[in-house]
């Protein structure tokens, strides 16, 4: 009989790629998470775990396994789903992740309409990035997470996942109002080739946007200054000190001295719901995503 407690270990082993994150993340000490695995590897009569470099790999018997696992933790959510079946009505906690972006016009409005209607569900609102709201998924920490699509996050076909699309964030190019395309309803992106830019920081997700937006306008932009917050990105193109490709989804604050111009060949970015497999049935996160599906349908104008 296979531990699932040991099994859960392995699945964060290979979630967070070494033991001692895997540990950490399950509040346990390095050795006794390589002692629950080292057992689970006795029990099963395999190696689960060689040698790489100065870490561990997986070995194939443990990569075999993990399928199993993850659809056990696809069945195990269909099972307390059908426990509830005869529950219909969305009540008790409710725990979402996103963006800030996302929380700001996406989750914090749905978190409005859902105490509205349904009197018995409590919504709890987290601000995480792309990877951590993957992490609090995998721990179970979260239900629901508005993620933006990246080359790093876990494959559409990840059994552990159930990603849908929600909504295209287009990027505007965002200029002082004084500035000669500020009048323009539209910009092609190479008429700001020689400008200085304001970009992302290069472990931002929304870095590789700007980057790839400019690269297929035919430019490689000279960034000169660099932020986190959309908002301090509009105060920076607001004093002149460049231009910025900016979310149409992120609200600025008003009465800045800057315009907004749509680009030529809609750069932009993908947001997608996330829950764990096998959970976007549950009538708490069903009512979330139908409340999420219609506030993406007039978010951006």
């Not at 199993?68 to 529950?87: F, G, T, V």
């Not at 721990?139 to 929600?166: C, F, I, K």
């Not at 790839?212 to 509009?234: E, I, L, Y």
């Not at 231009?243 to 970015?269: E, M, W």
């Amino acid at each position: 009989m296979i531990d699932l407690r040991r099994l859960h270990v392995l699945r964060a082993v290979a979630h967070y790629r070494t033991v001692t994150a895997a540990a950490r993340a399950l509040h346990f000490t390095p050795s006794a998470a390589s002692q629950q695995i080292r057992q689970l590897a006795r029990d099963l009569g395999v190696d689960l775990l060689e040698p790489q470099g100065r870490g561990v790999r997986l070995t194939p018997a443990a990569e075999s396994l993990l399928a199993h696992a993850d659809a056990i933790q696809a069945r195990w959510e269909q099972a307390e789903l059908d426990l509830r079946a005869d529950h219909t009505e969305p009540a008790g906690p409710l725990r979402v992740s996103g963006l800030s972006v996302a929380v700001s016009m996406l989750l914090a409005p749905m978190a409005v309409r859902l105490r509205e209607r349904h009197r018995r569900l409590t919504v709890s609102i987290q601000e995480a990035g792309v990877p951590e709201s993957f992490d609090l998924l995998f721990e179970g920490e979260t239900d629901l997470a508005v993620v933006e699509a990246t080359p790093h996050n876990p494959p559409m076909s990840d059994p552990r996942y159930d990603q849908q699309p929600l909504l295209d964030d287009p990027f505007d190019l965002v200029v002082p109002a004084d500035h000669p395309l500020a009048a323009r309803e539209h910009a092609d992106l190479a008429e700001a080739a020689h400008e200085d830019w304001i970009a992302p920081f290069a472990d931002s997700p929304c870095r590789t946007h700007v980057m790839s937006a400019c690269g297929a306008a035919g430019f490689s932009p000279g960034v000169v200054h660099h932020a986190r917050d959309w908002n301090v990105t509009a105060h920076l193109v607001a004093h002149r000190l460049g231009v910025a490709l900016i979310p149409r989804l992120a609200q600025l604050t008003p009465d800045l001295p800057i315009a907004r111009v749509r680009c030529a060949g809609d750069p932009h970015r993908k947001l997608l719901t996330c829950t764990r497999a096998g959970a976007h049935e549950r009538p708490a996160i069903a009512a979330a995503l139908r409340e999420l599906r219609a506030l993406a349908g007039t978010a951006v104008a």
